[in-house]
């Protein structure tokens, strides 16, 4: 059906309509950051020493992938308050999302050395040595919290995630394993111990899988 002028006109003013509409959206989400980043921007100068308010920042310019302007922030933050880990921890993961593996692992590895034997740590450590392949590495930063903790059930999962990463299927299912049975609640590693034994086609998956739904039935 041929459209007569009318119904072409009415077209394009809707058109027209929504775009606009779409414009101002754009502008008034755009208002709306600058008037938050302002109001951050005021308290900050107002409690320059303050690391909590940086942080807060930070944690906004992250969200909105303003990683350059987060990790100052950040930086600045740990300047302030040395003594908190956390802050070690959020900087690194910004990095990591700003593509900066580098950096990302060489902050937590100075965090590892001013808070020595921090589990939490460590394992963050050994997971950013696993995302950037750094197998050895990842597992000697894994041994670390062994040596303290020989039954810590996140630690192997840890290890167990190096080694299936390396298609180290056995090495990886008994890690698995020996973290079932120190912390049965960890539902991944029942997961994972399904997973990997479905590959061979074992019956054990199924159990392991339904283990994993006894702990999360959901």
């Not at 755009?30 to 320059?48: G, L, R, Y």
């Not at 990790?71 to 956390?86: H, Q, T, Y």
């Not at 050395?113 to 930063?141: C, D, H, M, N, W």
């Not at 890690?175 to 539902?187: H, K, L, S």
């Amino acid at each position: 059906m041929i459209k007569s002028p009318k119904t072409y006109a009415i077209t394009i003013i809707f058109f027209l309509l929504f775009a606009c509409q779409k414009e101002n959206q754009k502008i008034d989400s755009t208002n709306e950051k600058q008037s938050e980043v302002q109001q951050f921007n005021k308290a900050i100068e107002q409690q320059p020493n303050n690391p909590q308010l940086l942080l807060q920042r930070a944690e906004y310019f992250y969200q909105n992938e303003a990683f350059n302007q987060a990790i100052d922030d950040l930086n600045k933050a740990i300047e302030l308050a040395p003594e908190n880990p956390s802050l070690y921890h959020i900087l690194a993961d910004v990095q990591m999302d700003a593509q900066q593996s580098f950096l990302a692992i060489k902050t937590l590895e100075d965090c590892a050395t001013k808070f020595p034997g921090r589990v939490q740590t460590l394992l963050k450590l050994s997971e950013f040595q696993l995302i950037t392949q750094q197998y050895e590495q990842s597992l000697a930063t894994v041994q670390k919290i062994l040596e303290k903790h020989p039954t810590h059930a996140e630690a192997f999962f840890m290890k167990g995630l190096i080694y299936k990463d390396q298609n180290k299927i056995q090495e990886a299912m008994d890690a698995f394993q020996t973290c079932v049975e120190n912390d049965a609640t960890i539902e991944d590693a029942w997961i994972n111990l399904g997973q990997l034994h479905s590959l061979n086609g074992s019956e054990l998956a199924n159990q392991y899988f339904e283990s994993a739904m006894g702990v999360s039935p959901n």
